[in-house]
């Protein structure tokens, strides 16, 4: 019986690799093996010139200039000169070419705001209508601290004028000298005196609950600010990290992707969880209160929590154990990875194309009573024409993958196909081989061509039409996505429990920033796996309904 099968199969197989048309197609995403993980590797490297953003900050700086030509007044003298700092600003981003995500920005930036300081001092020092510049209200210093500056003595303005020159002309040397270690130095220095002064606060607000053990409004602030103490000795701990092992700031550097990965977990970690009330009025920080109940947002503020945790965790495990994750590194396995899903979904197409009329051509041609006529049963022939379409489907994937990780080894080293991915499984870290983890991600994702090829094989077996079989497959899988995040974002849930959001997982992959929006902002959390066992159900289901109509049915044609 079994070789009955396999030589039907064979034969349907011989079949559609005598089209054509199917062949190219199939080449073709083959090919795309070889093609994808180079222009992935391309895209990865951002060749755009970093000082466009510059050029055109000059640009603005001039013209801002230009229209403080013929100035009067001393407030328009002073606009001049932080116009001019302005464009001395861009001018040394330009020429050390800094784009707005380098570790110099932020010293530039300190430099650029020290430097309106020292203007606005020197306006000061020369005798300037003070009343005058604390009305102008700039844009560059608050009224407030230009305020506090009118109340120093001579001397004390002295003082201050001369400590922001020396900050600023070690900020200076720091970006000549691209000194991210002093950088560091003076980032920790920073976040200790914040430490210190936030212990302080926690001292005096404790002393204060001595006298007023009952004030709710003091024991809130206590606990607010000991969660900011404990959120910035965090970040201290990062920073002396960084400084101790000598990481750099550069955007090719995995641990220093990973670093900042760290801090800004830990700085979400740090959101505070609002009350009934406060949510009640207002929401909570990124969501709004009309979009999830009380009860959905301390079941999502929990599940992120522990979501962040886990992330920290493996941040720092793979600090520690020198194992580069995915998204922090461009290599072998990062190239396989963002393309893989690109030949599913291709694949999948095709498959709505061939699987569109394995049946439904045999009605159209008259040939399906010469099948039956055959001393072989009807499931049989059936079940030959099904399981020809899952092996080109995952022939074809398989054999894409593989040219692709040939391809990208290659191109990035073969020996980053050894290294392990971290993963957080039942709540332990631990390190899955790559074979075996893309392997995992390509069956889960699979799940849609399951369920794909049962729709296409029951329209065109039962329908015995090619058109609508295709056109419903096709419809139905592109759609899924979309649908899936206008229902999200329009605050549907019931989404969550119908196959719709699990038919093209791997759009689900490609576009999982949108799906961690729908989860933090709407409290809509997808489940692949069930999603995938979903289908898996109603794809047997489908089948089972197309062989056993397929059985009985009176066949005319």
């Known amino acids: 019986m079994i070789g009955r099968i396999l030589s039907l199969t064979y034969n349907e197989l011989l079949k559609q690799f005598k089209k054509i048309s199917i062949t190219v197609i199939i080449a073709f995403i083959i090919f795309l093996g070889i093609l994808l993980p180079v222009i992935a590797q391309k895209l990865s490297v951002n060749n755009k010139d970093i000082n466009d953003r510059n050029i055109v900050g000059i640009k603005n700086a001039e013209i801002k200039i230009d229209s403080f030509k013929n100035v009067t007044t001393n407030v328009e003298k002073l606009q001049l000169e932080f116009a001019l700092i302005d464009k001395e600003y861009w001018q040394f981003m330009k020429d050390n070419n800094i784009g707005y995500k380098d570790w110099r920005n932020d010293v530039l930036e300190g430099y650029e705001l020290n430097a309106y300081r020292i203007a606005i001092l020197n306006k000061i020092l020369n005798n300037v209508n003070k009343k005058s510049l604390v009305d102008a209200k700039f844009f560059e210093v608050s009224s407030e ?41 003076d980032l920790i220095k920073h976040q200790e005196d914040i430490l210190a002064l936030q212990k302080e606060q926690i001292e005096r607000t404790q002393e204060k609950l001595k006298v007023k053990a009952d004030d709710e409004s003091l024991k809130i602030n206590l606990e607010s600010l000991k969660n900011n103490s404990i959120s910035t000795e965090k970040i201290l701990s990062i920073y002396k990290y960084r400084y101790n092992n ?53 079941e999502i503020y929990n599940k992120n929590k522990i979501d962040l945790q886990e992330k920290i965790d493996r941040d720092w495990y793979s600090l520690n154990n020198n194992i580069p994750q995915l998204e922090f590194i461009t290599d072998a396995r990062t190239l396989v990875n963002s393309t893989y899903n690109i030949f599913v979904i291709l694949t999948i197409l095709l498959l709505i194309i061939i699987g569109g009329g394995v049946v439904a051509s045999e009605f159209s041609k008259g040939t399906i009573r010469l099948l039956i006529i055959r001393p072989v049963a009807r499931w049989k022939i059936l079940l030959s024409k099904l399981l020809s379409l ?8 398989i054999v894409s993958v593989i040219i692709s990780m040939i391809t990208s080894g290659f191109i990035l080293g073969l ?20 074979v075996q983890y893309i392997l995992t991600e390509i069956l889960m994702s699979s799940a ?10 029951m329209i065109s077996t039962l329908a015995k039409s090619t058109a609508l079989a ?29 196959i719709i959001p699990y038919i093209n997982q791997s759009m689900i992959n490609i576009m999982h920033g949108f799906i961690e929006m729908l989860q933090r902002e709407n409290g ?15 794809s047997i289901i489908m089948l089972i309904i197309t062989f056993l109509i397929f059985q009985r049915k009176d066949i005319k044609n």
């Open 145 to 185: 601290e230009i305020q506090e500056y009118i109340t120093l003595s001579k001397e004390e303005l002295n003082k201050k004028l001369n400590e922001l020159v020396k900050i600023n002309e070690d900020k200076k040397n720091i970006v000549k000298n691209n000194d991210y270690m002093k950088y560091l130095s």
């Open 524 to 538: 809509i959390v997808l489940n692949n796996n069930l999603g995938s066992i979903q289908l898996v159900i109603v």
């Open 448 to 457: 849609s061509v399951l369920f794909i090829i049962s729709v296409v094989f």
């Open 390 to 397: 899952f092996i080109i489907a995952y022939g074809t994937i």
């Open 246 to 298: 000598k990481i750099d700031f550069k955007e090719n550097n995995w641990k220093n992707k990973t670093l900042k990965d760290i801090e800004q977990c830990e700085m979400d970690l740090g959101i505070h969880f609002v009350s009934e009330e406060q949510f009640n009025k207002g929401g909570a920080p990124g969501i709004q209160s009309d979009r999830m109940n009380y009860e959905e947002y301390k």
């Open 415 to 434: 020996n980053s196909l050894q290294t392990a991915v971290v993963k957080t499984i039942g709540g332990k870290i631990v390190e899955v081989p790559y």
């Open 470 to 498: 295709v056109s419903i497959s096709t419809i139905l899988y592109l759609i899924a996505m979309p649908l899936t995040l206008i229902l999200g974002f329009s605050n549907e849930k019931w989404i969550v429990n119908t």
